[in-house]
């Protein structure tokens, strides 16, 4: 019983994170690159 409850929270933690990374990926005007964690430059300089 234990493991499928902790199956389960591990689906939910899973789909969680996947949503938040599409959430900032889609709010980003970066994209992929500002979700990373990849550092760059300002281009604004």
Do not use: F
Request: charged share 35%; proline share 2%; net charge neutral.
């Amino acid at each position: 019983m234990a493991v499928r409850i902790e199956k389960i929270i591990c689906v939910i933690l899973h789909e969680a994170h996947e949503r938040q990374v599409e959430e900032v990926m889609r709010l980003s005007p970066r994209g992929r690159r500002a979700s990373t964690g990849v550092a760059w430059t300002d281009d604004r300089e």
